[in-house]
């Protein structure tokens, strides 16, 4: 018999699976890691397929060295979706099957720990007689007397009865008394997480009208939905129930959150109503940790998984439920080679294993819901919160009017009081503040007016020191000098945005002096356990303000918090994103959905110097529908996705020079490439070749091409080549192509 084997190496003349025979006394299936001879070398490999016929001349037919596991690493279902992901995202089958392994399992750098166990290699009437022949009832009598019943266990656990009992133990095994070896054990992760109870909670209407849709399904072949609720709505009680009717009908469950650090009350009430069934997969394992919990999985004793992203390719058997919360987040899609849409994998793969999908948001991405309404997603919504536990009201603040009347600073005259009444009447609050550090837009304080590219909606950028200070549009690469009186209104208060989260604790501590706030940004946050010191700070109740930028916005249940405010909200609409409305309402609702939680129901402050901007509206009004509306709208008007693709070559390198003679080079090729294709050509909107809004970017200098196309087949042909021209490479630069990419910054 013979296999086919795909190498370990990612390169283009390596893509395709090479034949080895298999050796007379091997066993080996489909999905099994291998180690094969390769040129002078030995490397690893994956079985993709056992055959009988050989297509390699028999002088050249090499043997499979020997198999690195017993058992099939990759099952048939990863394999078969990591060769759909190699086909769409045009790279090779090596890549995608990297994807689908623990990293640390590659090359052998993590071995399976063992631990050293004794047990009785004779009959108990055997280690009697040999008990009552030993008179000197040493360490050996006392060792014997435990192992005499011929149970397994670990020298470990014989040393807290018999102190170092290494000696005895070699001596009773060189008798033949006992037998010693090496056992496998896993690394479990300590449950740092507490127990907790099912709370038993009686359903709200729409938790059950929700369940009744979901349940039938995961009984039969599965299905897709997307499941709108409101901050506070209870989404979390419906995927407990689901999960737990998953697995009681045998099957298994994934819980994909966008980031495990900020979802630690998710975790423990998952690790507490499922016990050791749950796997939690973070970025604080070890890499020994994290390969036993893969084997974990892979041997079906973990049966729940929660995770990141990565989690999707978690090798569960029986798939009866992948729930995706907060499906909006923009980490679900990586942006590294090779780049995938975690909810694209996990609708693919419920597919073809007969799981349901659940998409859950509270502000669905643009994209889930026009599916839905098209009908690929069946839509379930609950619009109320738990115990009818009103929406928490929402103040827009007119910023102009506050420079009007003398307010300088960053903090309105309502939002000051509003933050004192709320630490008087002993309650929290939570302060949102745009992330800071990008090049920043150009806005009148006088009347709100935003430079804006004629051509392209979007807010166009200034770039400090860069190209003379021009503003500059990054879709189009159109130009204007920046205005020094406001053309709206003639003002001469022109402002380029940039203040952040530190500025704001500057303003709290001066106005309440003695209050603790706690910050949380990414300088704050750098640490390994940045974020659950400072959350835990907030929770404890010790710091009384929590001050951060968006990633405070993200499922976060805090009870005490009755104050939000969003200090700067144009700063989040008017980054240079065709997305940047989207954001700006998912991040308000997101944000205004952390106060009232509890007993106290919660108010919400949003400052702006557009307080008519619709977005700022919607928001206010948390109506989800009219957003959606106008922004589909929008979109299709100003030829944005989904109506069409955009899809960006990005250059890097540490060499300035370098970077812009790739970005030269490129753009030579991609326009012969399209003369040659007229057909590919018609369907291109804009091309340009452009310095990224971030230019400089973890000490690389960045350029790129932006491509915005129809959608069709004719560009996923035109977007499959600049992948692969992307692959090649170039001389001192890295290159790659990216569709839809979540920045375009
Ligand atoms: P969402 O994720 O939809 O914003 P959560 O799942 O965080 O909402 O639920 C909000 C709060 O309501 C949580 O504290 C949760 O424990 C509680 N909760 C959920 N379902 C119920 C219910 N049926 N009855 C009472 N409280 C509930
Ligand atoms: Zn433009």
Redesign the pocket.
Known sequence: MYCRVIVDIVHENVAKPFTYLIPESMELCAGQRVAVPFGRREKEGVVVEITDECDVPAEKLREVIRPLEDYAAIPPELMALAEEMAVKAHCPLAETLRLMLPAQMRGGRVHVKTVRVAQAAVSEEEIRTALAADRRKGKRAALLEILADGKKRTVHELAESVRDPQEALKKLAQDGLIRLGDEETLRTPEGAFAETED?G????AG?QEALEEILPCLTGKGGRFLLH?V???????VFMKAVRETLSLGKCAIILVPEIALTPQMVSWFRGRFGPVAAVIHSRLSPGERYDEWRRIRRGEARVVIGARSAVFSPVEKLGLIVVDEEHESTYLNDRHPRYDTRDVAASRCARENGTLILAS?TPSILSFARARRGDYTLLEMPKR??DRPLPEVEVIDMRQELENGNRTVLSNALRRALKDCIDAGEQAILLMNRRGYNSFVSCRTCGYVVKCPNCDISMTYHLGGSDGKLRCHYCGTEAAPPTVCPECGGRYIRYFGAGTQKVEEEVAKMLPGVVCARMDYDTTGTKDGHGKILEEFRSGRARILIGTQMIAK?L?FPQVTLVGVVAADMALNLPDYRSRERAFQLFTQVA?RAG?GQQSGRVIIQTYLPNDPVIGFASRQDYRAFFESEFRRRRNRLYPPFTVLGRLLIESSREEAAVRAAEELDGKVRALTAQHPDWQKKILTMLKDIPSVKFLKAKHRRHIVIKALVGPETDAFFGALTEMAGEGTDGAEVTFEVNPATMM
């Open positions: 709370p909670y009686e359903l709200t938790q609720g901050t506070g709505s209870g989404k979390t009680e509270a738990v115990n499922g249940d959905g939680r």
